[in-house]
Nanobody, 128 residues
Framework: QVQLVESGGGLVQAGGSLRLSCAAS????????MGWFRQAPGKEREFVAF????????YYADSVKGRFTISRDNAKNTVYLQMNNLKPEDTAVYYC?????????????????????WGQGTQVTVSS
């Protein structure tokens, strides 16, 4: 398993932006599919976005499409989530996840159980 450490969360007003980072250990990072999920209080963990190994294929939940951008820098073993035009309903703990499979299907990549390793989470709070 790979170790993942998220950073970049915080408190922001509605309409603002944040950039989350997830640093991964290990030499095989460039072969992993990386995902972002989030969990609000009292709710189940939900898919936000994922990116395949090369960074060329990205997928988003409908709720964030057009506002969030996932990207990765394989040279830095880091995946990012740029979040723009944030809304109060984006408030949640955001988790980074890694799958040892370089290629996940569109539907499979949205499932938490497709991922082998998880970070500890970073809190994002959007005030209205």
């Amino acid at each position: 398993q790979v170790q993942l450490v998220e950073s970049g969360g915080g408190l922001v007003q509605a309409g603002g932006s944040l950039r989350l980072s997830c640093a991964a250990s290990g030499r095989a990072f460039s072969t992993y599919t990386m995902g972002w999920f989030r969990q609000a209080p009292g709710k189940e963990r939900e898919f936000v976005a994922f990116v395949r190994w090369s960074g060329g294929s990205t997928y988003y939940a409908d709720s964030v499409k057009g506002r969030f951008t996932i990207s990765r820098d394989n040279a830095k073993n880091t995946v990012y989530l740029q979040m723009n035009n944030l809304k109060p309903e984006d408030t949640a703990v955001y988790y980074c996840a890694a799958s040892e499979r370089a290629w996940l299907g569109y539907q499979t990549g949205q499932l938490p159980n497709a991922y082998d390793s998880w970070g500890q989470g970073t809190q994002v709070t959007v005030s209205s």
